[in-house]
């Protein structure tokens, strides 16, 4: 065995930096075992045909009150409303079986719609008002309850559809015969208009990022004939294009309003179009189960049932129950504090400063809500910005900072730096928060342990991976510098970009912050709000962005295209440059490659072994550092019935999707007098809010 004293002197004869040879490096360790959380509704599973089916039935109901507008020759006939086979929600798969009408389901939300606009990109404030008002190709909240051997997308607006043999080929069926909130009939040209003129034109971005690589390179889509689609794809088999065809990047808009706006169809130009129905607009028509009739700034909107709506009971009762929707417009920490009193009626308990409160308010029996836990699918990450060709800033500090990200002993200090322990404490005491060193999380059934690697927190180990990306405090100043010929050897300077509407990213971004101090990296906080927030994420302004992560992280099969960028503009924090392409890092490549597979890869067997391979690569990699996951709760007011057992807050999407709202409702002794349009109908599209509704 050679002494210390002699391999010490066979490096320095090599000329190997001594103190980078002294300290140690970062190592990987056994991932600890998350803390047991039992989630406390139990799922019952079942298969898709025990959930819906599209058909005709001998007859059909609604309130009364719209039963009375219709006699009054305000509506045509309830059968001219539906189409010929609505879809029509099994019995035995509605906990509380048939509803009955009446009352309003009042949300609480920290955002603010800015125009209802979805398909050029307005958001309406998040918290499902969009998921209540859009309604897509396909569905994918409600299938954290189907059986993992049945597993694929819920038909919707696409009612059935068929492969041709050789896979390229896939043809959907749409509903026939249903209408727009307006009146005006839904068809294959409204799905048209959306790909045509929203996804292909790629001067317009659909609010959830739908963009052409979404659905595969080279994907078209054509007309067949009124109520018929036809995709034809560059693979064979895409199958996992079906979730990309559900909420939120294939829920087509009214053609009927949006094209005459159109800069290929008038003199607007994009910003134009994309801002030409402010939330000032009432009653924008809908596929949803309701549509807007009331606005006030910093104060409500309004939702009031669509008559045309195309979903059924089995006994042919119109839905949805509810007759309105409210979002009050507050803060999100709100929406738990007002759920928990009563005086809302939905929140999804995702921020974990707040579990503490909630959990002792409502274990009282006397509460107005009911709180239910599920499963860690509430996480964390520190992403980097990749870019060097030019997405997002071009100044020397940036590039610069984008370069260190692309270095992976850089990448190993920061994820070393991170005390994930006590980040989790941070949020929240108690059994909640796991540990989470990235990649997909613990709880996603694709997660394999064995292919995760885990750097544990060890500041000697980051400051030495520092060093070994020739980081250096050359000044003295305690922070240390680039490399000379790096932004001229100055103190490195990294933006942390993150969501100021939530007190858990305020927090994590604090630690992180305070993380980085202790090795010498400065880091600087940007914390925005809303839409501020979402346009420097898309514009790729940060060098690192604090995110609660989307569904690709626990599905694997929904928003998979965020995994990699398959596509020019797939994932948030690398988008193609100002040559139009994405500069991929070698390992990065491979992991296109894997997700790429994974699209089109129909054997259950071969689909886990690519997902090993991709957590292998990305953990190795740190290609995103993960900060914490936790579970989140639902927490909903006791009067609702029909709230699907176990409904997870978010997993393939949020709970106000998963609950499946439309067959909600309130038993008639426990209905509130709380609705604010009582006996009415949706105006009108334009009209000015609170007015012209009909009655
Ligand atoms: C926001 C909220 C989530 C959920 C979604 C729905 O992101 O934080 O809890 O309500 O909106 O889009
Ligand atoms: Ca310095």
Known sequence: MKTLTGLFAGMLALGVSATAVLADGAKPAPLPDAPKFDAQGQVKFVGVGDILEYKALAEYHEPDFVAALEKAGKLPPLKD????????????????????????????????????NYTAGQSQGWGGIDIGLSECLT???????????????????????EWSADGHQLTMHLIEGAKWSDGEPFSADDAMYYWEKNVQDTNVHPLNGANPGTFGEGTTLEKVDANTIKWTFKAAF???????????????????????QHPSNSKNTYDQYKNAFPATYMAMPTMGAWAVVDYKPDNIVVLRRNPYYWKV????NQ???????????????????????????FSNLEQAEN???????????????????????????????????GWGETDDRSVAVHNLNRNLDFRKAVTSMLDRQRLGESLVKGPFTAIYPGGLYPGSAFFDK????????????????????????????????????M?????????????????????????????????????????????????????????????????????????????????????????????????????????????????????????????????????????????????????????????????????????????????????????????????????????????????
């Open 81 to 116: 409303r539906l189409p010929k086979e609505p879809m029509v929600y099994k019995t035995g798969n509605m906990k509380d079986g048939i509803g009955v009408y009446g009352d309003v389901m009042r949300h609480v939300i920290g955002g603010r719609p800015e125009g209802w």
């Open 139 to 161: 569905r994918t909240g409600p299938l954290f309850q189907v059986k993992a051997a049945e597993l694929q997308p819920l038909p919707n607006l696409a009612k059935s559809w």
């Open 238 to 260: 895409p199958t996992q294009v079906l979730y990309a065809m559900a909420y939120g990047t294939f829920c087509p808009g009214p053609a009927h309003i949006l094209a005459p």
């Open 313 to 316: 009971d089995e006994k042919g």
């Open 319 to 345: 839905l949805p129950y509810l007759n309105e929707l409210h979002y009050r417009l507050s803060t999100w920490a709100d929406r738990d504090v007002q759920t928990i009193a009563g005086t809302g009626d």
């Open 355 to 389: 579990f503490v409160e909630s959990l002792k308010k409502s274990a009282d029996p006397a509460a107005p809500a009911r709180l239910e836990f599920g499963q860690r699918t509430i996480g964390y990450a520190l992403e980097f910005n990749y870019s060097a060709n």
């Open 450 to 485: 064995a292919s995760t690697t885990y750097y544990p927190f060890n500041a000697g180990a980051a400051k030495a991976e520092l060093a070994a990306a020739g980081l250096k405090d050359t000044d003295g100043d305690g922070i240390l510098n680039f490399p000379k010929d």
């Open 487 to 695: 932004n001229g050897g100055k103190n490195v300077e990294i933006t942390i970009l993150a969501n100021a509407d939530y007190q858990s990213d305020k927090s994590l971004t604090e630690g992180v912050v305070a993380m980085g101090e202790k090795v010498g990296l400065r880091v600087i906080p940007k914390l925005l709000s809303g839409k501020d927030h979402d346009a420097a994420r898309d514009t790729g302004k940060y060098d690192w962005h604090v995110i609660r992560l989307e569904s690709e992280a626990v599905t694997a099969v929904q928003q998979t295209e965020h995994l990699a960028p398959i596509g020019p503009s797939t994932t948030y924090f690398h988008k193609a440059g100002a040559d139009g392409k994405v500069d991929v890092m070698d390992f990065e490549q491979k992991l296109v490659d894997i997700v790429n597979k994974f699209i089109v890869a129909k054997d259950p067997k071969e689909r886990i072994a690519l997902m090993k391979q991709y957590q292998k690569i990305s953990t190795d990699n740190v290609y995103w550092a993960g900060l914490t996951v936790y579970p989140g709760a639902l927490i909903i007011n006791k009067r609702f019935a029909n709230v699907a057992p176990g409904a997870p807050i978010f997993m393939y999407n949020w709970a106000e999707d998963n609950i499946i709202r439309e067959r909600v409702f309130v038993p008639k002794d426990k209905q509130s007098k709380n609705e604010l349009f009582p006996d009415t109908l949706p105006n009108k599209p334009g009209s000015a809010p609170g007015e012209g509704l009909v009655k």
